[in-house]
T-cell receptor, first 111, second 114 residues
Framework: TQLLEQSPQFLSIQEGENLTVYCNSS?????LQWYRQEPGEGPVLLVT???GGEVKKLKRLTFQFGDARKDSSLHITAAQPGDTGLYLC???????????WGAGTKLIIKP | NAGVTQTPKFRVLKTGQSMTLLCAQD?????MYWYRQDPGMGLRLIHY???????AKGEVPDGYNVSRLKKQNFLLGLESAAPSQTSVYFC?????????????FGDGTRLSIL
């Protein structure tokens, strides 16, 4: 069974601090996506990483795909209250058309 | 742009009742998905469709049925609701399966089974 484990499950920090959340697996994936979900809404795609070692930046968010394509991290610099949400990672499975999803990291940024 | 629209947004059912959740997308996407989201667990795929008239089982299909009679609509049915089906249900669509194409989600249907 392929699993995506996200850590930490919950993180509450003050505005302006830096943070990193992780998405790990024992399986190798061809690509991985990060989504953000706000309360009462569906997930929204932030980024897709495809190449081992790839780093993508989205303003204050930096996404990295591990060299072995088994793990990924999301680093937020100078977190803002608008970054509050549930961060989910998703990756392709062995089966067509189906993604597997991590349980998410719930992030709260306090003003 | 409406994107993906789910109806209803909230519903409370009694055990044994039936209902249909509606999903409509206006992006001409071929692929559509139904997920459930429970606390502490990731999104779990219930059923999916790769085109009009086709459906397939996902990870947790038991107790649910689906239909894709029109390309823009994907319906999820509960024939005899059970408390274990209390969850938030999300519909999503994508242009293709490739991870270079994102899944677009609706805002969810919050379903409680008493």
């Amino acid at each position: 069974t392929q699993l995506l484990e996200q850590s930490p499950q919950f993180l509450s920090i003050q505005e302006g601090e830096n943070l990193t959340v992780y998405c790990n697996s024992s399986s190798v994936f061809s690509s991985l996506q990060w989504y953000r979900q706000e309360p009462g809404e569906g997930p929204v795609l932030l980024v897709t990483v495809v190449t081992g070692g790839e780093v993508k930046k989205l303003k204050r968010l930096t996404f990295q795909f591990g060299d072995a394509r088994k793990d990924s991290s999301l680093h937020i610099t100078a977190a803002q209250p608008g970054d509050t949400g549930l961060y989910l990672c998703a990756a392709e499975t062995d089966s067509n058309y189906q993604l597997i999803w991590g349980a998410g990291t719930k992030l709260i940024i306090k003003p | 742009n409406a994107g993906v629209t789910q109806t209803p947004k909230f519903r409370v059912l009694k055990t044994g009742q039936s209902m249909t959740l509606l999903c409509a997308q206006d992006m001409n996407h071929e692929y559509m998905y139904w997920y459930r989201q429970d606390p502490g667990m990731g999104l779990r795929l219930i059923h999916y469709s790769v085109g009009e008239g086709t459906t397939a089982k996902g990870e947790v299909p038991d107790g649910y049925n689906v239909s894709r009679l029109k390309k823009q609509n994907f319906l999820l049915g509960l024939e005899s609701a059970a408390p274990s089906q209390t969850s938030v249900y999300f519909c999503a669509s994508s242009l293709s399966y490739s991870l270079n194409q994102p899944q677009h989600f609706g805002d969810g249907t919050r379903l409680s089974i008493l």
